[in-house]
C-alpha cells in the first residue's frame, strides 16, 4: 500500500536533471520513485506540449497520489437533477493498493452533491497550485453506508498522513461515524491528468494522461 507523506516537491523539470543518476526520477515534478515503485514515464520538450499517454495505471498512479496529498484541497464537480454543472472544494486521502487506485471523501450525505450524485454518479476533481501544477481525476463515485465501512473511513482519516489526515470530529454535526450528517463517499478514477505548471510557463516537461 501507498499512503505519501505529502511532503513538498520540487515543480521544475530541471531539478530532475540535477538528481543522482541512480535514482529513479520523474522529471515532471521532480520525484523521486520510492524503492519498489514503478518509475514513471519522463520527458523535456521545449517549444510543444508532450502528451504520453499511459497504458498502465501503476505508471501513473503513484505520481498522483503524491500530487493530491501534496496540494490536498481540489475542485470538485458534480452534475445536478437539471443537467447544469456545480462545485465544490473537498479534500479526497488516497491509496495505491494491489493494483487499484482508490480515493475517499468525508462530506455530508445531506448535501445537494448526495442529490447530484444519487442521479448521476460521477465527479471530477482537479488539483491546483499557484506554480500551475494540476493534477485531475474523473471518478466514478459510490457512498460506503455500513457502520464497518463508515468506521474505516473515519479511522483512514483520524489515521491518515500530514497534511491529509485530520480529526473529523472538528466538525460539529460529526460527532462519531454513524452521525446522520457524516457521510464517506469512495472514488475510482477512470481518467487521469498530470500536468507539471512548467510545460505551460517554459515549454518544460511532460502531461501525463491515462484512461480505464
Known sequence: MIRPTGSTLATSAAAASSAPATAKHCCLFGISAAPGNVEPRCGDRRGSTTVSE???LNEIAPVFIEMAHRMVWCTAATVDVSGAPRTRVLHPIWEWENGTLTGWIATSPLSPKAQDLAKTPQISLNYWT???????ADCKATWETSPAQRQAGWDRFAEGPSPVGYDLSMIPEWTDPQAEAFGILRVEPYRLRLMP??????GLGELL???A
Open 197 to 202: 505548471g512548467t510545460l505551460m510557463t517554459q
Open 130 to 136: 499557484p506554480s500551475q501544477d494540476t493534477a485531475t
Open 54 to 56: 499511459v497504458t498502465g
Open 209 to 211: 494522461s491515462w484512461r
